[in-house]
């Protein structure tokens, strides 16, 4: 006498509907790879570097009508007392030193008016 087969629906077919197969063709598992796999290994923390402490500003005011320099490749506190010998924002250009462009870049009027107000403290 002949083995018996269980038929069941396979319905994993696309679009064309489902279809008879024997039960034993559903259920086989794919065989496991023979290669190990690989598994890769704990990152180690990295270390954090401390930030580094800003460069201090370097200043340049240069007088508008006369075109001279005032004062050159000065700090903060320096610049501010050179300010405070001025009569108005006007009267002179003050420039900062952007070290990642290695360029004087002229202060907008903003940040003059600031440094204006602070000069009769320095």
Sequence with gaps: MAERRVWVLDTETKGTGAQMVPLDRTQRKPEPSREPFFVPPKRRPREEKPPEPPARRRFRIVDVMTRERLADDVDARTALGVLAGL???VDANVYVWEPGTERWRMLTLAEQRVMWE?????
Excluded at 118 to 122: D, L, V
């Design 87 to 89: 009569r108005s924002t």
């Design 118 to 122: 602070r000069r009769a403290a320095a």
